[in-house]
């Protein structure tokens, strides 16, 4: 019932820009945080930033001043602006929501699919 898809990635040359988006659909009856993972090449999957409905934010240290994250709750869709893309940004981008459901009083994660990003040197 609940889906998250992701758009946006793609390959895109050092020091170059990319936003990605992440739009939740089904029967939501409200978001909790959004955030961004990412899966390197042989890495663990990490926090990349995250976003609460009360405003607060947390990056990674790595991305700290080259991405943005923001959420339209309206639209039910979390985004991430990234600029001066490096070569080390280069991995799997996974989009996730804490979602409440309706006539449901427990708050699930959910994810997308993941979106490849690509950084050339």
């Known amino acids: 019932q609940v889906e998250l898809v992701e758009s946006g990635g793609g390959l895109v040359q050092a020091g170059g820009s990319l936003n990605l988006s992440c739009a939740a659909s089904?029967?939501?009856?409200?978001?909790?945080?959004m955030g961004w993972y990412r899966q390197a090449p042989g890495q663990d999957r990490g926090l990349v930033a995250r976003l609460t409905r009360s405003s607060t934010l947390n990056y990674a240290d790595s991305v700290k001043g080259r991405f943005t994250i923001s959420r339209d709750n309206a639209k039910k869709t979390v985004y991430l602006q990234m600029t001066s893309l490096k070569p080390e940004d280069t991995g799997v981008y996974y989009c996730?929501?804490?979602?409440?459901?309706?006539?449901?009083?427990?708050?699930?994660?959910?994810w997308g699919q993941g979106t490849q990003v690509t950084v050339s040197s």
């Open positions: 089904g029967t939501i009856f409200s978001i909790n945080d």
């Open positions: 996730t929501m804490g979602i409440r459901r309706k006539n449901s009083y427990a708050i699930q994660n959910y």
